[in-house]
């Protein structure tokens, strides 16, 4: 895929990167790492420039964003609360609950979507929440600008800094990345654990 990637850019420039972008914001498994990274080393040896790949990869971020913050609007609670009504049995899930993780999102919306465009995966996948909170558009898409544009411009940096070896920090950013989903997975599994603990205490 790091072949198919970096021949694209080669050919479409900052057209190349913004789409490359967008298409990672809404299919995670493409690796922003090896775009941004390579992007930054095309700015040693082409006529683009450090700013003009922050700037093309930071509004595919933000157009990815949207469609990804459109797709969780289709799922608003009402939705979610039908679909509760049908399998929350086998789910073990209420209406009460979806309206506590709604409430949380609400309260606690604004930092989740400035912070997890620094963490892989969720860093895309946040977008979806946003949209069914129903959080404030300008507002979505300014945190998301500023996270994305503060991912952007590290690593679009350090593969200008690295020039040819820019493939080196892909390296450390798997390391990164696999510290951050094992993070993921023990969270997942605490909040499992808790959930069930709380239901039981219920019972």
């Not at 913004?18 to 914001?25: A, D, G, H, P, S």
């Not at 971020?61 to 799922?75: E, N, P, R, T």
Request: net charge positive; glycine share 8%.
């Amino acid at each position: 895929m790091e072949n198919w990637i970096t021949e694209f850019m080669s050919n479409f420039g900052y057209f190349g990167i913004c789409l490359l972008i967008l298409f990672e914001n809404v299919f995670p498994p493409i690796p922003s790492e090896v775009i941004l990274t390579f992007g930054g080393f095309m700015t040693t040896y082409s006529d683009m420039t450090v700013v003009g790949v922050i700037l093309a990869a930071t509004a595919g971020s933000v157009v990815g964003a949207m469609i990804l913050f459109s797709i969780g609007m289709l799922f608003d609670v009402e939705r979610l609360e039908k679909l509760v009504d049908r399998w929350g049995g086998i789910l073990r899930i209420t209406r009460k609950d979806i309206h506590r993780v709604d409430a949380w999102f609400r309260k606690f919306g604004v930092w989740a979507v400035l912070l997890c465009r620094l963490i892989p995966l969720v860093r895309s996948l946040i977008s979806v929440p946003a949209g069914m909170a129903r959080m404030n558009f300008p507002l979505f898409i300014l945190l998301t600008a500023i996270g994305s544009l503060a991912w952007n411009t590290i690593l679009v940096l350090v593969g200008a800094k690295l020039g040819e070896n820019w493939e080196a920090v892909l390296e450390y950013m798997d390391i990164y990345s696999t510290v951050v989903y094992i993070l993921l997975g023990i969270g997942g599994i605490a909040v499992v654990l808790w959930y069930i603990r709380f239901r039981r205490k219920r019972a």
